[in-house]
DNA sequence: GTCTATATGGGGATAGAC
DNA sequence: GTCTATCCCCATATAGAC
């Protein structure tokens, strides 16, 4: 007999698992049950419903995300700033490759939240911290001087949010983009551009 | 007796919205032919099955798509270059903010496409169109010499179709942001800024 | 904590009359 | 084309032993 955390690890990542690969509403106790390797009955013990495991599953989730400080504000200064950022999204854009269940589940809770008050909440909240994340950022550049343009700077920041989120959901299904290449644009199209040499700027290298 | 035609409509036209309401995995016979107005069973007339009926129903939204040329390349011109784009822009979203089921039911079926060969390879098809009109608005921009930089346009057009789509996707549940500048501001930031009045530039009119 | 056995409901789907 | 009646299956969920 395995230990009741183990077994409760164990169906909150099978579940994630299976939400990814057949959608949250067509996952199955039955499945979950097999895969997990114990009787579907015995997911009651756990979760009184399909409902509380679809949530407890998004707790997970929630927790994995929460950008524990995802990039951190004092390590950009004025000489690698731009460096820093496209290198934060490329970074970003690798552990997305890695993971291509997260964007899925993600997504079918996004459809969730658009119909379920708690799921809305809680995903503006995290949505809401990430986006003043780059706004705290392009105010920290805008100080330092390194923005071409100082006007607007909560669209601006939320522009670059807006494509790094959908470059993840790009990537979903088409493998044929050239993904940083577009984060790179995106930055430099706001930063004053260093005067570097010319095939740096154009190819980009990691 | 109504005529098939119109009883077809319905049927998609209903299944649509139930799809958007409730997602495609929980939307049942039962509620498409409560609200259609016809028993259960009747809907075998027009579909084999519920599998048929999702794809016919994406048969539909394909259509709707098709950006018939959701913009006229040839009413670019060096006037009105920024202007247009922008307007573009805005009309997306305006139209977007009048039809929240539209969405919501796309991202459904990109979910579905993750899983499916043929959604997959129908909505690939469309996106490729979709980034192909914004790489086609460069490449003409930058012969006109509005661009600040001529270097990777492809990749600068994927941006700002990536800007475009997300705005949809953000505005499902969240309505506080103002989208209409951050479109604004990806346009600008990758076209040379005509010298206008300074009010005009940072406060966007329709 | 995990099991076997079982209840219940509703989903997709068919048969066949009109 | 649309209906009523009906089938089967499987999903969620419960009861109660171990």
Redesign the pocket.
Known sequence: ????N???ASLIQVSYCLFAEHGIAK?????I?KRV??????I??????????ITGVFDELCKAIEFPAFFELEQFIEDNFVENLIAVGVKMIDEQDKDPYFKRVLQEYMLLATRDQDFSKRLLALQKDYLSGFEALLEKASMLGLLKNKDNLVAKAHMLALILDNIGNFMMFDEQIDYKQIWIEAVHSLFTKEETDENETTNYRI
Chains 1, 2 share one sequence.
């Open positions: 007999m395995r230990k009741s183990e077994t409760l996952t199955t106790y039955t499945m049950a390797g114990i009787a579907k009955p015995s009651y013990y756990y979760f009184d419903s399909k409902d509380a495991l």
